[in-house]
DNA sequence: CGACGCACCTGTGCGC
DNA sequence: TGCGCACAGGTGCGTC
């Protein structure tokens, strides 16, 4: 579930609610999101009594660092968030916890466990970085940078948006509005996009996931989009299929693409024989 | 190399 | 009211 806007959203509050922090105790249940060799004993006996470092974020991975060397990498997957505990009860769903030594509770909570948990020594976040692609927020994009990127893949530009190791961050999301923005159709083969409309797209990535973030950090705490099920839709396509294009008013329509749900408006997002003849050759 | 299905998981919402 | 199914913002594997 969440994407680059919703996993800086965390890191930001975990570097406020981290800060100065000592880690008593861990705990983590024994559950798919214990990942590589960490186990929860393993967990537990590597967290027990660090203090706090820092946090940094790339695409959508959390790289919590403490004292002696010690690392947490943390990938929420779809449904994984962080959070501090109000009352004594832990959450529904909590797969880990960290006990601070102020009395406070941070725990990790999960329902689909697709998310990940893994205990690596911070020497290894270097590494964990340089699997990835440049992160739009941390590194900054523009059209020379993302035309680089691209290269000359015949592939759909929304498969090759989601692959991490060309963009770090980008999710279901916000490769649909950054699309939408640059209106550019999710099957167009990356190959035959104008100079113009690479511009547009890098502009749209920036964009959306600003927009996204602004929307999050409205919230103090750690609150999900679709936690509000009150709260108006803050997408222009996601989520809207159906209804008219906020530009064009023509319905915005979805089909499938890598598995994913890719709505897009048929009018704005044209998608041409031409494009896909030249993609291919 | 790449497209594709499937697996990993649980919860929710919708149609019957 | 209940059941079954499709679907959900992610990733990684095996297979053709």
Avoid at 16 to 28: F, V
Avoid at 242 to 262: D, N, Q
Wanted: proline fraction near 6%.
């Amino acid at each position: 579930m969440p994407e680059l806007p919703e996993v800086e959203h965390q890191a930001r509050a975990l570097r406020r609610i981290l800060e100065g922090a000592t880690i008593d105790r861990a705990e983590a249940d024994r559950t798919p999101v214990l990942k590589g060799t960490t186990t929860p004993a393993s967990f537990a006996a590597a967290l027990a009594g660090r203090s706090f470092e820092g946090i940094e974020r790339v695409g959508k991975q959390l790289l919590l660092a403490f004292d002696g060397g010690a690392g947490l990498a943390s990938h929420l997957g779809m449904t994984g968030r962080w959070r501090v505990r109000a009352g004594d009860e832990g959450p529904r769903h909590g797969r880990a916890r960290l006990f601070l030594r102020d009395g406070r509770v941070l725990d990790y909570v999960d329902v689909r466990m697709l998310g990940r948990l893994e205990i690596v020594p911070r020497a290894s976040f270097a590494a964990i970085v340089a699997s990835l692609g440049p992160d739009p927020l941390r590194d900054g994009l523009d059209a020379e940078r993302l035309a680089a990127r691209i290269g000359g893949s015949g592939r759909p530009i929304k498969t090759v948006l989601l692959d991490q190791t060309v963009l770090a961050g980008l999710g279901n999301i916000q490769v649909t509005e950054a699309l939408f923005h640059a209106r550019v159709h999710p099957e167009r083969p990356a190959n035959t996009l104008t100079p113009a409309e690479i511009a547009a797209l890098a502009e749209g990535i920036l964009a959306t996931i600003l927009h996204t973030l602004a929307v999050h950090e409205r919230d103090e705490e750690i609150v999900y989009l679709s936690d509000r099920t009150d709260a108006p839709n803050p997408f222009l396509v996601y989520g809207r299929v159906g209804e008219a294009c906020p530009r064009c008013g023509k319905p915005i329509t979805t089909i499938t693409i890598a598995g994913r749900t890719s709505p897009h408006c048929p009018r704005c997002q044209r998608l041409t024989r031409s494009d896909l003849r030249r993609g291919r050759g």
